[in-house]
């Protein structure tokens, strides 16, 4: 599975990141050759990556060293760590060839985290903020994307940052509600089942035109 850089954050609440980054390739794979026609193939695309995106996944145990890049991921580790993040586990993605994901929880300030590999976008990472009344904030290192999001379930994208930086921007930025309480045990579980949640939103809304030539644009840009 190809994953391109377009896109990230956290969506709904856990795993938003990797729906993304994979969405967005999969667009682009398809709308590049359409470029030259009507506007309203991009509906197509947009479709058909979304119908090709798994619609639930299984997080496999990766060990105690599973990074390839063990100094990248490494270092992003140790910073959520040195937080007071405490680790949930390192994980492999079953439907996602090469993507692993180490989870995190703050059960002191009550954020979730998560540190990615990929074998071509390399690593990012992400915290979020969960709260009582169901809305989420999610602070993320991965750029912005061209698609829409759920109002209550905001992105905020610093590329570049820090955990450090992240995490005091999180804090400075948290919600007006209670934050919800996180257990160790149970991030996994939310993990998975966030994904779900934001899969079949996303599959029931669909991709517009509009999002799909946003992402063309980003993909312009950055060539």
């Given at each position: ?15 938003g990141t990797l729906f993304v980054f994979d969405v967005a390739r ?129 992105h905020v994208h610093e590329p570049g940052a820090t955990p450090e ?59």
């Open positions: 599975m190809s994953i391109l850089p377009l896109a990230g954050a956290f969506v709904a609440a856990f795993l999969r667009l682009v794979k398809l709308a590049l050759p359409l470029f030259a026609l009507k506007r309203s193939r991009y509906e197509i695309a947009g479709g058909h990556g979304l119908g090709m995106q798994p619609d639930q996944i299984t997080l496999l145990p990766a060990g105690a060293e599973p990074w390839s890049d063990r100094a990248a991921a490494g270092r992003l580790v140790l910073g959520l760590e040195r937080l007071g993040f405490r680790s949930a586990g390192a994980f492999a993605i079953e439907q996602m060839l090469g993507v692993l994901a180490q989870l995190f929880a703050h059960p002191e300030e009550h954020f979730l985290g998560v540190v990615y590999e990929h074998p071509q976008t390399g690593h990012w990472f992400d915290v979020v903020e969960r709260r009582s009344d169901g809305s989420s904030t999610t602070w993320t290192t991965a750029p912005e994307s061209g698609l829409a999001r759920r109002a209550e379930h905001p930086a992240l995490f005091a921007r999180a804090l400075r930025e948290r919600g007006p509600a209670p934050a919800e309480a996180i257990r160790i045990a149970e991030v996994e579980a939310i993990f998975e089942r966030e994904y779900a949640e934001e899969t079949a939103w996303r599959k029931n809304r669909g991709v517009s035109r509009e999002e799909v030539q946003r992402i063309e644009r980003d993909v312009l840009r950055a060539a």
